[in-house]
T-cell receptor, first 114, second 111 residues
Framework: GAGVSQSPSNKVTEKGKDVELRCDPI?????LYWYRQRLGQGLEFLIY????????KSGLPSDRFSAERTGESVSTLTIQRTQQEDSAVYLC????????????FGPGTRLTVL | KQEVTQIPAALSVPEGENLVLNCSFT??????LQWFRQDPGKGLTSLLL?????REQTSGRLNASLDKSSGRSTLYIAASQPGDSATYLC??????????FGQGTELSVKP
């Protein structure tokens, strides 16, 4: 399909383990965003990529969270030493260029930390 | 700091009714405002995008308005159907990048 895809769709891990979440944006979209939605809460911004650089990392909650993007395409969000409060749905979005364009979201990765 | 508020938090209407969802934001210096729907356990589906220079956008039975100076947007749904049942989210983009979301309005349309 032509939409944003994310993998895995579900991930269950034990506290203290590292996890990697993947996002494939819409082909040609230069801007990529990560958001988090914890149960019963609104969506929180995590990080924004323009091309391969991240001009806004202000939403990353701690240094256990990191993200990278390569080839102006796929992005990986890594959470080290997972904690139970990291349990959430992690959503990725992409848009055609920086700033004012419509953002299109993927289906999300549901992360459960036991 | 931009804050986005959506009222009501939940709404239940009979099928066929017209309805209005409200969104307000505290900082009027926005690039655009986007309305989404979210079905349970699913991602977000973009419904309408209004640029800061626009007053409204229409798509089918949906009409979104924007009054930037007063910090308000409304989403009007005409002739509601049970398939419209979902959570509707309003989000503003005021730094040319990240979206700031409201808490959403959970809509239930009863047959």
């Amino acid at each position: 399909g032509a939409g944003v895809s994310q993998s895995p769709s579900n991930k269950v891990t034990e506290k203290g383990k590292d996890v990697e979440l993947r996002c494939d944006p819409i082909s040609g979209h230069t801007a990529l965003y990560w958001y988090r939605q914890r149960l019963g809460q609104g969506l929180e911004f995590l990080i924004y990529f323009q091309g391969n650089s991240a001009p806004d990392k202000s939403g990353l909650p701690s240094d256990r969270f990191s993200a990278e993007r390569t080839g102006e395409s796929v992005s990986t969000l890594t959470i080290q030493r997972t904690q139970q409060e990291d349990s959430a749905v992690y959503l990725c979005a992409s848009s055609g260029s920086r700033g004012a364009n419509e953002q299109f979201f993927g289906p999300g990765t549901r992360l459960t930390v036991l | 700091k931009q804050e986005v508020t959506q009222i009501p938090a939940a709404l239940s209407v009979p099928e066929g009714e017209n309805l209005v969802l409200n969104c307000s934001f505290t900082d009027s210096a926005i690039y655009n405002l986007q309305w989404f729907r979210q079905d349970p356990g699913k991602g977000l589906t973009s419904l309408l995008l209004i640029q800061s220079s626009q007053r409204e956008q229409t798509s089918g039975r949906l009409n979104a308005s924007l009054d930037k100076s007063s910090g308000r947007s409304t989403l009007y749904i005409a002739a509601s159907q049970p398939g419209d049942s979902a959570t509707y989210l309003c989000a503003v983009n005021n730094q040319g990048g990240k979206l700031i979301f409201g808490q959403g309005t959970e809509l239930s349309v009863k047959p």
